[in-house]
């Protein structure tokens, strides 16, 4: 059985940084394309980044910010997120792209003074 196991997230001042990290169970990530996503209060979810077999994604708002990475010994997905902003405020999810794995709980990120 997959599992997605989100960690890392927290409150942070703009201009912070805060690393996430996927725990994956149930799937060997370097064999599948993986996605951070987030989802902001009134908003639909969104892709920020994935990485895969060709190369690595990422939405133009966290461009030049955000860096997702893969550990294949650990088997884990990990998003180092720098120079935060208040819009980057949401609930941080980690998946396979394009899957119908069941989403896992999520971490939380909040970019506050």
């Known amino acids: 059985q997959v599992q997605l196991v989100e960690s890392g997230g927290g409150l942070v001042q703009p201009g912070g940084s805060l690393r996430l990290s996927c725990t994956v169970s149930?799937?060997?990530?370097?064999?599948?394309?993986m996605g951070w996503y987030r989802q902001a209060p009134g908003s639909q979810r969104e892709l920020v980044a994935s990485?895969?077999?060709?190369?690595?994604y990422y939405a133009d708002s966290v461009k030049g910010r955000f860096t997702i990475s893969r550990d294949t010994g650990s088997n884990t997905v990990d998003l180092q997120m720098i120079s935060l902003k208040p819009e980057d405020t949401a609930i941080y999810y980690c998946?396979?792209?394009?899957?119908?794995?069941?989403w896992g709980q999520g971490t939380q990120v909040t970019v506050s003074s």
């Open positions: 149930g799937i060997i990530v370097r064999l599948h394309a």
């Open positions: 990485i895969f077999s060709g190369g690595i």
């Open positions: 998946n396979r792209i394009t899957s119908n794995y069941p």
